[in-house]
């Protein structure tokens, strides 16, 4: 919408190109508009395209689709019937402007990328990470450096908060946990046969930690070692109470949109805009994309095969035309993907602004991966989720697993870090800061990668896995991928109470 107006000499504010971009006929609009303002270039505001656009004709309520049942996770979309094209907005019906709405974004990488590779790059973000963690630890334990247990007295208490640097495992069964901080490394021995153990498999490389317990008297090693009779992880606290929005707002939440795979899900995608238009819907204001909006080229082996669109392009010029279908005073938040075209080591930094420039359409808001985006007070973590493969890779399938993704989530929250494990399947940039911490407690944790739904609370945190809008692609069958499709997770902001839409 920008490249065309400026190609007529105008520019034009939010508002106005909100409304130009939901137009049923934008090129017909344009000319209605310059028309309006006389033809002398300039910027062009949203009254005068409201003026402009009186006298358009408003969309027929009965090509509407029949809405979903309300109930949760069973409500569904009539599919019966082929839908028609999608009805795009004709201007914003909202009772509060897009304009006034209380949306703020921060902890995003863009524009703040500092890191080279160095070795003294990585260094600095473990430290970061190191101090951030083992400053929550701290209020619950009272830890001794490394340095210090090696100088302290046999068969004493202590305990030590550290970043797990190794684990192996004694001829009995038992396991040594070779903690790290920055004076040095200290051994700690979690025998098999205390109640501790049960917590074993849920830890990772490079997470931080605390334990307690007792100190050898060092007879058989001049180091010591401490018996551990407690783990602790940095964790969402107990008395931790999640806020809302002072009015009934709501939230869509997806992710995995892909684009330019021959298995889009272009008939779901309709059948979700469409109902966005409805009354069922009126209260949705705000849609966030997790990540993924398009297919991308060359993610995986012989993707090229797959592909409805080979041009990365007109992959982006083909997803913002179907978010042309969304209304327009909806306000979109989106941030990238690992099948996004930006770097893949995380944090990613939002869209160029090539990319930026084509997915204009509602003057949506672009971000990094992750950002913290808050809603009307209500704090949403949005991440997309590579690092969920390691922790589902990582620990047992009770735990962590892609029929339960959610599950994952939890892992991640009580690490209170977004990619705990270094050098497996999460790319890491090293940056000044770690920008994968979870400082503060999100309200909402919203993930995608997986492309499966998944949904619960953790310690009163609503974790969400959106699902994906793509069919079940060759390279997923071969290693046994069965996606959760076309759900439209929606949460109300003032509740915080969750409703998931099915547009299959």
Not at 141 to 155: C, D, K, Y
Not at 254 to 264: A, L, N, P, R, Y
């Amino acid at each position: 919408m920008a490249r065309r107006l400026a190609k007529r000499g105008y520019n034009a504010d939010r508002g106005a190109i909100t409304l130009l971009a939901g137009a049923a006929d934008i090129d017909a609009a344009l000319d209605s508009v310059i028309e309006e303002t006389g033809g002398e270039g300039g910027k062009i505001t949203a009254g005068e395209v409201q003026r402009a656009l009186q006298a358009a004709p408003r969309p027929d309520p009965a090509s509407l689709p029949e809405t979903p049942s309300s109930g949760g996770a069973d409500s569904t979309v009539n599919t019966e019937t082929e839908p028609p094209t999608p009805i795009e907005t004709t201007g914003s019906t909202a009772t509060m402007a897009a304009d006034d709405r209380e949306v703020a974004v921060a902890n995003d990488i863009t524009g703040r990328s500092t890191g080279t590779g160095e070795y003294t790059d990585f260094v600095a973000t473990f430290r970061d990470r190191f101090s951030r963690l083992s400053e929550m630890l701290q209020g619950r334990v009272t830890g001794r450096p490394a340095s210090a247990l090696e100088n302290s007295t046999g068969g004493s208490e202590a305990a030590m908060v550290g970043m797990v640097a190794e684990i192996s495992t004694t001829s009995g069964g038992h396991w040594i946990i070779d903690l790290e901080d920055t004076t040095g490394i200290y051994p700690c021995l979690v025998m098999n046969d205390r109640p501790v153990a049960d917590l074993m498999d849920e830890i990772l490389l490079d997470e931080v930690i605390a334990v307690s317990g007792r100190l050898s008297d060092g007879e058989d090693d001049d180091r010591g070692i401490l018996f551990v009779d407690a783990i602790h992880f940095p964790d969402i606290p107990q008395t931790f109470t999640p806020r809302t929005a002072d009015r009934p707002v709501r939230a869509a939440l997806i992710s995995d949109v892909h684009v330019g795979s021959q298995e889009f899900m272009t008939g779901a995608w309709e059948r979700f805009a469409r109902w966005l238009h409805t009354d069922e819907a009126e209260r949705i204001e705000y849609l966030l994309i997790a990540g993924d909006m398009v297919e991308g080229i060359g993610v995986y082996p012989n993707q090229d095969e797959e592909l409805e669109i080979i041009d990365i392009y007109e992959q982006y010029e083909a997803f913002a035309e179907r978010l042309k279908a969304v209304p327009g005073e909806i306000e979109i938040v989106m941030i990238p993907g690992n099948h996004d075209a930006v770097r893949l080591a995380e944090p990613q930094p939002a869209f160029d602004e090539t990319l930026r420039e084509i997915m204009s359409v509602h003057d949506a808001k672009i971000s990094g991966n992750p950002s913290v985006v808050t809603l009307e007070g209500v704090s949403i973590l949005m991440y997309h989720g590579v690092s969920l493969d390691e922790v589902i890779a990582e620990l047992p399938a009770e735990k962590a697993s892609y029929d339960a993704p959610e599950q994952a989530m939890y892992r991640l929250l009580q690490k209170r870090h977004l990619a705990p494990q270094f050098g497996g399947r999460t790319r890491l940039a090293p940056e000044s800061e770690d920008y994968l911490v979870i400082d503060q407690v999100p309200d909402v944790f919203h993930t995608g990668h997986v492309h499966k739904l998944g949904y619960g609370k953790y310690r009163d945190v609503l974790a969400v896995n959106s699902g994906c809008w793509q069919e079940q692609t060759g390279f997923q069958r071969s290693v046994g991928i069965e996606p959760d499709h076309a759900y439209a997770p929606v949460v109300d902001l003032e509740s915080l109470e969750l409703t998931v839409y099915d547009f299959n």
